[in-house]
Structures are given as structure tokens and as C-alpha cells.
Nanobody
Framework: QVRLVESGGGSVQAGGSLRLSCAAS?????MGWFRQAPGKEREGVAA????????YYADSVKGRFTISQHNAKNTVYLQTNSLKPEDTAMYYC??????????????????WGQGTQVTVSS
């Protein structure tokens, strides 16, 4: 089992930036970031293959968000730039997903953190 702890959320104005962190208790081959706004389904934001470094993004965040890793610390980051009010959500870190299934589908991931809130005001 992998335990995940997120940090770095907060409140910013539109156009601002936040850096989210996710510390894992052990190695995970894949890690991802998801978000969920009130009344909406959890959606994939970005994912990374920690061994090979391949990265994957939702169209809504391409060019604005960057997922990266610190291998020695089993930590994954999500740099969020040019934030918009529609980015407001609880952001969750996930680890390990089912082979062959979409990396941006929350149903294909096994382990989850408790989440960190991101609020963007206009």
C-alpha cells in the first residue's frame, strides 16, 4: 500500500500560481493529479511515469500546468500557472494505476491522498 500526502494548496487570484506537492510513502510506477469541484465528477489533470518520465495532461491544463518528480524523495509536484476560476477544486494525488486503462480516468487508480484545496478568485 502507498500512502500519499498532498500539500501546497491555497487561495490565489486569477493569473496566479501554486505548486502542489505529493509525498508518497514508497515507490510508485505512476503518479497522477486529479481534481474535483463540488457537484462534479473527479477529473484527471496530469500523470507521470516515474521510471521513464513520460507525462500526460488534460487538454484543459496543457501549457499551464507541469507535473514533475523528485525520485529520491518519492515526491511528485504539480506546478500550476495562469490559474483560472474554473481551476477551483480539491486536488488529489493518486498512485499506481491499472495497466492499459486511461491515465486520466480516476477509476483506474488504486491509491489516493486526502486532497488539498485550490481556490482561484476572479
Amino acid at each position: 500500500q502507498v500512502r500519499l500526502v498532498e500539500s501546497g494548496g491555497g487561495s490565489v487570484q486569477a493569473g496566479g500560481s501554486l505548486r502542489l506537492s505529493c509525498a508518497a510513502s514508497g515507490y510508485a510506477g505512476y503518479m497522477g493529479w486529479f481534481r474535483q469541484a463540488p457537484g462534479k465528477e473527479r477529473e484527471g489533470v496530469a500523470a507521470i511515469q516515474t521510471g521513464g518520465g513520460g507525462t500526460y495532461y488534460a487538454d484543459s491544463v496543457k501549457g499551464r500546468f507541469t507535473i514533475s518528480q523528485h525520485n529520491a524523495k518519492n515526491t511528485v509536484y504539480l506546478q500550476t500557472n495562469s490559474l483560472k476560476p474554473e481551476d477551483t477544486a480539491m486536488y488529489y494525488c493518486a498512485a499506481e494505476h491499472k495497466d492499459g486503462e486511461s491515465l486520466l480516468d480516476f477509476r483506474s487508480w488504486f491509491y489516493w491522498g486526502q486532497g488539498t484545496q485550490v481556490t482561484v478568485s476572479s
